[in-house]
């Protein structure tokens, strides 16, 4: 599904995309548009080629209708996953979002289709390498050009209690916990940015030790990484969300561009 900000949000317009069911302020007042839904079946409409035991029967979410108008312009072998995915890259376009950055705080995103059979499949491109660095941003390769400086310990430890830049000023460098300091983390990364804030400040907010006040209750993300036998789980999702963010960054910045009237 690709999940936007909502309407009233005091945010700039943000999105992602996701393939579980999220909680319902995963991005303020947010919406999603799935590629597919599920309905329940109706009997009435089986055929002899249906497995009877599914309750549930699939439909695309992408309707028809602009499956047909993006045949017209852009040729018959646009399918509706195309379309899917030239949404999720255009409503990554900076100049969409400057130009109706109003719009986008008071209304649903309106997207026009562009009228170069190229650009419609720039776009689709886009969104289907973007969709897939989002989807998979526990898998992808760790960002490898920072500089990563150890403490003069025997043995390294890879537990966080609260992420920090160095300075305030610089954020080239995050004091990752007692012993690791990150740096040269390059400024571009922070220009991926979604619901209000960078990736890279998300992960560091996020994966810190906290306590509820009311209920006492501890959140600590080390416990994942110990329950899975991976000690270095934080440290390289972080470098993960670095590589991920460069990698959206120059993805968007050679999007095609739009001219609106």
Not at 81 to 92: N, P, R, S, T, W
Request: hydrophobic share 35%; charged share 25%; proline share 4%.
């Amino acid at each position: 599904m690709i999940a936007i900000s909502g309407v009233g949000s005091s945010k700039d317009f943000s999105c992602t995309i996701i393939n579980c069911v999220p909680d319902f302020q995963l991005l303020f007042n947010g919406q999603c548009f799935p590629l597919y839904y599920y309905e329940k079946r109706n009997v009435q409409e089986q055929t002899l080629f249906d497995n009877v035991e599914d309750e549930y029967v699939r439909r695309d979410a992408v309707s028809d209708f602009i499956l047909k108008q993006a045949r017209a312009i852009y040729g018959p072998r646009v399918q509706k996953e195309d379309i899917f995915y030239y949404v999720y890259g255009f409503l990554h376009s900076e100049k969409y979002r400057e130009t109706f950055a109003a719009d986008l705080k008071k209304m649903l995103p309106r997207i026009p289709l562009v009228d170069s059979p190229q650009d419609f499949w720039a776009f689709s491109e886009a969104g289907r390498r973007l969709a897939d660095l989002h989807l998979n941003y526990e898998t992808i390769e760790p960002y490898r050009k920072c500089i990563t400086l150890f403490g003069a310990y025997d043995n390294i430890n890879y537990r966080v209690e609260k992420m920090r830049f160095v300075n305030k000023a610089d954020k080239t460098k995050i004091q990752y916990n007692s012993q690791i300091t990150i740096e040269k983390i390059p400024l571009e990364a922070y220009e991926y940015v979604v619901n209000g804030k960078s990736a890279i400040e998300w992960i560091m907010e996020r994966y810190a030790i906290t306590t509820d006040k009311a209920s006492g209750i501890t959140n600590n993300p080390n416990d994942w990484a110990d329950e899975h036998n991976d000690e270095k789980y934080i440290y390289n999702l972080l470098l993960r969300i670095i590589n991920l963010s460069m990698q959206t960054v120059e993805i968007v910045k050679n999007l095609p561009d739009v001219k609106f009237e």
